[in-house]
Each structure stands twice: as C-alpha cells, then as structure tokens.
C-alpha cells in the first residue's frame, strides 16, 4: 500500500469516525454533507470525494459503525470456546459496547433501525439485512452451544436467538432512557434464565 493510499484511508477513517458521533448526536436521517462538512473542518467538495451524497455518506457510516461493533464485540467473543461460554462472551461485549456507548443517541445502529424502520429505501435495507446477519449469527452460537452439549438437542436456535436479541434490546432502551445501570445486572439474569431453560422446538 502507497503512503498516499494509507493516508486517503486514515482521513477517510477519521471523516467516519466523526459522522458516526454526529449521527448520534442528530439521528442518522439529519447526517449531510454539509453538515459533517462543519463536524471535520473541510470544504463540502472535498468530502464529496469521499461520498458522493447524503445516501452514500449514511451507508458508510452504518458501515463503518458496524465495522466498529465487530472489532470490539463479535471478534473478541468469538475468540472464547464454542458452547455456553462464547455465548455469554457475546452477550457480555454487547452489554459491554451497550453501556459504553453514552454519547447522545447511544449505540447508532438501533438508533439508525427505530429511526428508519418505515421508510423505504437503501438505508432501511441495510439495516433489515443488518439485523438479519446479527439473527442468523446469534442462532449458530446457539447451535455451536448445542453441538457442544451445553444445551439439549431440541433447543429452538432462532427462537433463543429472538429473545436473546429482545433482551440486549430492551437493555439498550432501558439503560438509556431510565439512566439505571442495574438493567445490565437484570438482562444477566435473563441470559441465564435462558441457558437453564431454553426454547424448544415443537415436536
């Protein structure tokens, strides 16, 4: 890689960084050009070398968002033993990236999916296949935990993977509206409520 390129890469990464935080603080749905443009200190030509309108600039800062989540969550849980153990793992960084995240709006991606849940378009489209992946990813942890015997053979995977889902959800909302850490210590108890008694498939 040229010295150029690394550079072009290292500002590119800086502009994101900045539009994720302002994303934040205005909702993704208010992110501009012009607005960043302000954020970053440069001309709205030069950010338009980088993203060639407001739509494009919106889908690099999920994009980049996400590439953020799984650096700090998804890789460093993966790295625990397949079974109970990488589950726990997985729900414990998510908790973790939940609670860090105490910058207006909090966590951009559930922000991002309330704000365009019913609006049509590229946007609301990489947010259902976002949280599409995230399902399907959560059911095969589940399965691995099967696979391992940490969880009986008949366990309902998208179903545990749900509710799995609905709990760091309901964290996210209550933490943040309620200002009240001692959600993190209830949505504990209902990943273990659900290891000890988890959903199963019907016969």
Excluded at 101 to 124: H, N, T
Excluded at 126 to 138: K, S
């Amino acid at each position: 890689m040229s010295r150029t390129a690394s550079k072009g890469e290292a500002t590119r990464d800086a502009i994101l960084d900045a539009a994720i935080a302002l994303a934040r603080e205005v909702g993704l749905g208010a992110l501009t050009i012009g607005g960043l443009a302000e954020r970053v200190g440069m001309s709205k030509s030069g950010l338009f070398a980088h993203f060639g309108a407001k739509e494009e600039l919106q889908l690099a800062t999920l994009k980049a968002a996400q590439l953020r989540f799984d650096e700090q969550v998804s890789k460093v849980a993966f790295q625990a033993p397949r079974g109970v153990e990488r589950l726990r793992a997985l729900f414990e960084r998510w908790l973790s990236w939940a609670a860090a995240q105490r910058q207006p709006g909090g966590c951009l991606m559930i922000a991002a999916a309330s704000e365009f849940d019913d609006v049509p378009g590229p946007v609301r489209d990489f947010l259902a296949e976002q949280q599409r992946g995230w399902l399907r990813g959560l059911g095969r942890t589940v399965q691995f935990a099967i696979d391992s015997g940490d969880l009986p053979a008949d366990t309902d995977c998208e179903q545990f993977a749900f509710e799995l889902f609905g709990l760091i959800l309901s964290t996210h909302h209550h933490v943040r509206l309620l200002n009240d850490a001692h959600f993190l210590a209830s949505a504990r108890r209902g990943l273990e409520r659900l290891i000890v008694a988890p959903p199963r498939r019907n016969a």
